[in-house]
């Protein structure tokens, strides 16, 4: 048992609520740690204290007097506790949530365009016929995964070389 543990189940300890395997694991963590004993012993002495106290006795007229004071007092007034009437919106609470909506919309209108990018011009683009470069269409990793049955991999392979198998494959005319 550790010390945290300890003090977790100290008050069931102190009153005696814990079962026999707790109560005994306790009892050995108090003889062997100081810190806990202290805690343990403090806890006793003062709960002895409190419980030797002499009772209060009330005088024998008191509750006479408590409810001649009672009734000298009164009871609280009404308007106190419940409301007098009821409350409904008024127009100035209506108008304040009405600004404050549409404040909101133009904050998140004009902060869509605070943060959307600038347009930037951009240079011409001249078309060129690419490079004939000889690439295979089909690469060996592609070959190997179709019949091993996995469907996932031709498509990925195909979708990840087709711009480059597309820009250097030479089409002819076969008419």
């Known amino acids: 048992m550790d010390c945290r543990e300890f003090r977790k189940k100290h008050v069931a300890f102190v009153d ?13 963590h108090v003889r062997m740690c ?10 006793r002495r003062s709960l002895l204290i409190v419980r030797n106290l002499p009772t209060i006795e009330p005088s ?14 009164g009871p609280a007034p ?16 209506f108008a304040m949530v009405a600004a404050g909506i549409a404040a909101v919309g133009y904050i998140t209108l004009h902060s869509t ?3 959307r990018p600038e347009p930037q ?5 001249v078309a060129s016929v690419p490079e004939a470069a ?10 190997a995964s179709v019949p091993t049955g996995m469907p996932l991999w031709p498509g990925v392979l195909l979708a990840g070389e087709a711009p480059l198998s597309f820009t250097s494959l030479e089409l002819h005319d076969t008419r």
């Open 34 to 43: 100081s810190r806990c004993s202290r805690h343990d012993t403090v806890v």
């Open 121 to 125: 011009p951009q240079p011409a683009v």
């Open 113 to 115: 365009q605070y943060f």
């Open 60 to 73: 024998p007229d008191f509750m006479a007097r408590l409810n001649a004071r009672l009734r000298e007092v």
């Open 16 to 28: 005696d609520f814990l079962p026999a395997v707790d109560m005994d694991a306790m009892h050995r």
């Open 134 to 143: 000889e690439a295979p269409i089909a690469s060996a990793a592609f070959v």
């Open 78 to 93: 009404r308007v106190d506790y419940v409301a007098s009437r009821n409350h409904f919106p008024s127009l100035s609470l």
